[in-house]
């Protein structure tokens, strides 16, 4: 069982930068691939950013050479930085955790950008 917690949003201005940050209690996120996904109203859930177990990242389209996503398995930590911002960026951010079958999400945290 993982407890997953984000923090860092907030409301930045066009070009600025933030950074998430997901918090794993429980079995912590070692085991795990973990993402980062976002929904805008009125829009599906999309993937993000993915970083597996052996560091493996994967990127958004959307994202690529904005976004960086990296992991401390030793503090239970998974990170987004995100720079360059944009207003399409606006979203609530999830923090999901998944091994084989099972998987966690986290209750998101709220990214605006302003124009």
């Known amino acids: 069982q993982v407890q997953l917690v984000e923090s860092g949003g907030g409301l930045v201005q066009s070009g600025g930068s933030l950074r998430l940050s997901c918090a794993a209690s429980?079995?912590?996120?070692?085991?795990?691939?973990v993402g980062w996904y976002r929904q805008a109203p009125g829009k599906p859930r999309e993937l993000v950013a993915s970083?597996?177990?052996?560091?493996?990242?994967n990127y958004a389209d959307s994202v690529k050479g904005r976004f960086a996503i990296s992991r401390d398995n030793a503090k239970n930590m998974v990170y987004l930085q995100m720079n360059s911002l944009k207003p399409e960026d606006t979203a609530v951010y999830y923090c999901?955790?998944?091994?084989?079958?099972?998987?966690?999400w986290g209750q998101g945290t709220q990214v605006t950008v302003s124009s």
């Open positions: 429980g079995s912590g996120f070692s085991p795990y691939t």
């Open positions: 999901r955790a998944n091994a084989g079958p099972k998987y966690y």
């Open positions: 970083i597996t177990t052996g560091h493996n990242t």
